[in-house]
């Protein structure tokens, strides 16, 4: 009987037992589908480097002498003195030219990109919401001419604004800027797939105007793209090289990436005949950092919209 009754207790056991190694098995197979390939982490740690070390060379050589980016490590620090040099030899470059060109650029930033968001939201309001001949044509000829490159465009553009005397004055950029369908496209696409069409019949029938739903309804809700379009167009705008270039003949009219050219043209060892107004490696990599400032203090305040605005009809409830 004793016997009888330990078998029980040991077929418990040996179960017990292999129900633990079970459960051993099962962990050991979950951690083993927990381990992480670091595949992945490694190729965005790489891209990581690539887009980060030019920017900080970037910054590090505005504080060294022209010797020390040369001779020195690249990514050394160089000196306040040498930073303090370098801005008093760049803001003393044909009296203050790079605050002149930072201004225009301003200017001819905010005009067209007052105009631009002027004209995109009701255009892109009007080709997700409204029923009209020719309606495919027109977002079809918005998508190609968002498609082609700018540089295409600048002889075209030159010889029509020549055509209206326009040739050399702040209109002859801002007005070309102002026409942007990479905006038109964004809205149209906001407000396509964001904006329930029951919220706006439902305004239609309480008797507003298409202009009254567009202004009361359709607008209010369509801050983040207002954002996206408008911090899209003051980049494409500020960035903007070949249109000034050919436009404005005069260098107090030149935005700053034009301006930018013609510091590189004043370098000796990127051209040889530079001259007697010499500009050295470290004031031209200055000179860039206080181009790309005004981008990076946009993006700073606008970040949230932009975020909301290209989240914007990823999701529907």
């Known amino acids: 009987m004793r016997t009888d009754t330990a078998r029980p207790a040991i077929a418990l056991a040996s179960g017990g037992g292999r129900g633990v190694q079970g459960r051993g098995h099962a962990r050991t197979g979950r951690r083993a589908r927990r381990r992480v390939n670091p595949l992945p982490a490694l190729v965005l740690l790489l891209f990581a480097a690539f887009f980060v070390l030019p920017v900080l060379w970037l910054l590090l050589a505005a504080t060294k002498t022209d010797d020390q980016l040369v001779h020195n490590n690249p990514l050394s620090f160089g000196s306040l003195h040498a930073l303090r040099a370098n801005w ?3 803001t003393g470059y044909q009296d203050d030219a790079i605050f002149t060109w930072l201004r225009n650029s301003a200017v001819y930033s905010f005009f067209a990109l007052l105009i631009t968001v002027c004209v995109a939201v009701p255009a892109g309001y009007a080709l997700a919401m ?7 044509t027109l977002l079809i000829a918005t998508l190609v001419v968002m498609l082609m490159p700018n540089a295409t465009l600048v002889v075209p553009l030159f010889l029509e604004v020549n055509a209206v005397h326009l040739i050399g004055s702040m209109w002859s950029i801002v007005l070309p800027y102002s026409f942007y369908p990479f905006g038109v496209y964004l809205t149209y696409i906001y407000f396509s797939t964001a904006l329930p069409r029951e919220l706006l019949d439902a305004a239609r029938l309480d008797g507003c105007s298409e202009f009254g739903v567009f202004r009361l309804v359709a607008l209010p809700l369509a801050a983040p793209v207002i954002a996206l379009v408008g911090f899209f167009g003051f980049v494409a ?3 903007n090289y070949y249109l000034p270039y050919v436009m404005l003949p005069q260098s107090n009219q030149f935005p700053v990436q034009v301006g930018l050219g013609t510091l590189l043209d004043s370098v000796p060892q990127f051209n040889p005949t530079a001259g007697s107004l010499e500009v050295q490696r470290p004031e031209l990599a200055l000179a860039t950092l206080l181009a790309i400032t005004p981008v990076l203090i946009v993006f ?4 949230r919209f932009l975020v909301a605005g290209m989240l914007a009809g990823a999701t529907k409830d």
Do not use: D, K, S
């Not at 700073?300 to 970040?303: K, P, R, T």
């Open 237 to 239: 705008n500020w960035t």
């Open 300 to 303: 700073l305040f606008a970040q």
């Open 88 to 90: 008093h030899a760049l």
């Open 130 to 136: 409204t029923e009209f001949r020719g309606r495919r």
